[in-house]
RNA sequence: GGCCCGUUGGUCAAGUGGUUAAGACUCCGCCCUCUCACGGCGGCAUCAUGGGUUCGAAUCCCGUACGGGUCACCA
């Protein structure tokens, strides 16, 4: 077991003199998961270039989802190996999104700084783990060191990868890459003192003992059964600084976190192959993993591309701006994650989005297409089941940060503001006026004087008779009634002005009207609201009171002349 | 270019060898109705393609096309 080779043993002291431990021994210091049966470890494992994406939420959510619903542990872990891309900040502006709709943490890095047993969870500060394993690689032969002088290291660093891939010769670089990989495999720990002393940097890289032509039998559980060809690449596990790639750090991390089921996009599936000759190589136990489909948008083109974060809409932070309740966004996100979440909404309209048996294998394998009619249909509904309170309260939310002015006038009465955003609600038939809070301006806003539109009256109907029949209203109606008394009333004064009162008969025969109920109503409406839409006018009238009401109608019928 | 993954209406999709190929969104029409919203009814429109296997294929196999991903000391 441990016949170590003398010359691995002497590259490993080479390379790591500083770690004296062995993964045993430190695996021995470390705490374990006590967890009851079938209960998953997922994390959410973001590197802090940016802020939270939609493609972002959609993993982090399937984790969260898949943890608590079995009763396990759901943690973040910053993949910060990459100091070049990282932004200031990310970090806790990511932690406050994910936290603003719903997805929550119970371990790992939060807003007041790391909590549970596992950590460190920021990859920068886990050198000494890492280094850990690496030596014994080394030891065992499985690694090897490649090293490059610092001026042929800035050198790579100025290439622009992306642009190179793009004009790449396939051939000559992957006969390149051979080529070196045979080369550096034969140093020996002479050569490598040698650089050592001479300053030179070196990266670690996995001896790969595969061949690509044989393919390995997988099973994903979103995808279901795979076949990956056998990686054959000497891939870098340490960088020159001595940090491990996201492959190395990957496979040691969620050892020692004790990952049960990684979820990530489906871009990782090509580097699968590496993976599992990692937790191979270094004896860990395969954790279950989930590629899932990446989201998409149509491109100019009308191609399916990958949403990136510079994609309009991307950016979780624009949400709340345009409005959107983060219940509605976690509802969407629900509906494409499990195409049955819909149908389980339907029968259980009152439960939370937590009760919902997630599957991953309902899930999705091919891309969908972000589609913002689908969004804000799915925000009518789950606002439609809000109490009129909540509505209220979301409503001055939004307005305070985005529409101050409209928010000073919610504000000065949120009494008012929720009684108008009781009308219509609950029952079978509920209304479903808004998608977005931002959608509740247009919506009520003329209940405030401020906002109200001055009428403007249909040409075909005299101006005169129009204030006449506004001022008899205004001389005789009362609120003092239910809504059909009021109704009532307002058939009998159109038939004494000469309009019909049953729209079903104007319709029959026109002739002998002048017009219907429905333009006398249309005339209230506008001289009440301004428009020629709105909930049903008596219970706007009540709202408004009678005196505000009267004030209303003398300054249409004045704006008849 | 190699490798991997995918392809059911405009969108999201159900579907696992026999279905009139569900449902939701969008759009259109009608009904309800004092307007709007809601609700009800109806309509448009789909198995990428060519070969097999089979009594029978959206479903299984092979090829083709198309789309996506990936091939870094990025994650």
New binding site residues.
């Given amino acids: 077991m441990c016949e170590y080779r003398p010359e691995d043993l002497r590259m490993a002291e080479l390379l790591f003199p500083q770690v004296t431990k062995t993964p045993a021994e430190l695996e021995e210091s470390r705490p374990k998961r006590n967890l009851p049966e079938g209960a998953k470890v997922t994390r959410f494992?973001?590197?802090p270039?940016g802020f939270v994406h939609f493609g972002g939420l959609f993993p982090a959510m399937v984790g969260e989802r898949l943890a608590h619903q079995s009763g396990g542990v759901f943690y973040l872990r910053i993949?910060?190996?990459?100091a070049?891309?990282e932004v200031e900040g990310a970090a806790q502006s990511l932690i406050r999104t994910l936290a603003y709709y719903g997805v929550n943490f119970d371990e790992g890095v939060t807003e007041s700084g790391e909590v549970g047993d596992f950590g460190p969870y920021y990859?920068s500060k886990r050198a000494e783990y890492y280094h850990i394993y690496a030596k014994q690689l080394v030891k065992e032969g499985k690694a090897y060191p490649?090293?490059?002088t610092k001026e042929?290291?800035e050198e790579?660093?100025r290439v622009d990868?992306?642009q190179?891939?793009?004009t790449?010769d396939?051939?000559e670089?992957?006969a390149a890459?051979k080529e070196a990989q045979n080369a550096w495999r034969a140093i020996t720990p002479e050569e490598a003192e040698a650089h050592l002393k001479a300053g030179d940097?070196?990266?670690l890289r996995l001896r790969a003992e595969g061949d690509?032509e044989k393919?390995i039998p997988f099973t994903d559980l979103v995808?279901?059964?795979?076949?990956?060809?056998e990686n054959d690449?000497d891939?870098?596990l340490?960088?020159?600084?001595g940090?491990?790639?996201?492959?190395f750090?990957?496979a040691v991390d969620d050892h020692l976190m004790e990952t049960t089921h990684v979820v990530r996009?489906?871009?990782?599936?090509?580097?699968?192959?590496k993976h599992l000759m990692l937790f191979s190589y270094l004896g860990f136990k395969l954790p279950k993993y989930m590629?899932i489909?990446?989201l998409?948008k149509?491109?100019e083109?009308g191609?399916?591309?990958?949403l990136s974060k510079r994609d309009m809409g991307a950016n979780m932070e624009d949400y709340r701006r345009l409005g959107y309740a983060p219940a509605c966004v976690t509802e969407y996100v629900m509906?494409?994650l499990?195409?049955?979440f819909?149908?389980w909404r339907?029968a259980n309209p009152e439960k939370d989005y937590t009760e919902f048996p997630f599957s991953p294998?309902?899930?999705?394998?091919?891309?969908?297409?972000?589609?913002l009619?689908?969004l804000?249909?799915?925000s009518?509904?789950t606002i439609?089941r809000m109490s009129a309170k909540e509505v209220s309260d979301g409503v001055m939310d939004w307005a305070k940060d985005f529409a101050p002015e409209f928010y000073a006038h919610l504000s000065a009465n949120p009494a008012m503001s929720e009684e108008i955003f009781a009308i219509?609600r609950g029952?079978?038939?509920?209304?479903?006026?808004l998608s977005r809070w931002s959608d509740a301006k247009d919506y009520m806003g003329f209940f405030y004087r401020q906002y109200l539109e001055k009428p403007v009256w249909e040409e075909k109907f005299d101006r005169a008779e129009i204030a006449d029949l506004l001022n008899d209203y205004l001389q005789n109606y009362t609120l003092d009634c239910d809504?059909?008394g009021?109704?009532d009333f307002?058939k009998s004064l159109a038939e004494k002005h000469g309009f019909c009162p049953?729209?079903?008969a104007y319709k029959a025969d026109p002739a002998p009207w002048k017009g219907?109920?429905?333009?006398?109503?249309?005339f209230?409406?506008l001289a009440i609201t301004g428009?020629?839409?709105?909930?049903?006018?008596?219970t706007v009238m009540s709202i408004l009171g009678k005196e505000e009401s009267d004030e209303r109608l003398r300054l249409a019928i004045s704006a008849c002349n």
């Avoid at 993949?79 to 990459?82: F, G, L, W």
């Avoid at 999705?364 to 297409?369: I, P």
């Fill in positions: 494992a973001p590197s270039t993949e910060d190996t990459d070049k891309r990859q490649t090293f490059t042929e290291q790579l660093d990868k992306k190179e891939n793009k790449k396939w051939h670089a992957e890459r940097l070196f990266v690509a393919k995808r279901g059964k795979l076949e990956i060809p690449e891939f870098v340490l960088k020159s600084d940090i491990p790639t996201y492959h750090a990957h996009g489906e871009e990782w599936l090509p580097s699968l192959a590629h489909a990446q998409m149509l491109d083109s191609n399916k591309k990958k509906t494409l499990n195409s049955n819909e149908e339907t294998k309902k899930m999705s394998v091919s891309g969908c297409l972000f589609d009619d689908k804000s249909d799915v009518k509904n439609a219509g029952g079978k038939k509920p209304r479903k006026d809504n059909s009021w109704f307002v049953d729209t079903k219907s109920v429905a333009d006398v109503s249309g209230l409406r428009k020629n839409n709105s909930p049903d006018l008596f």
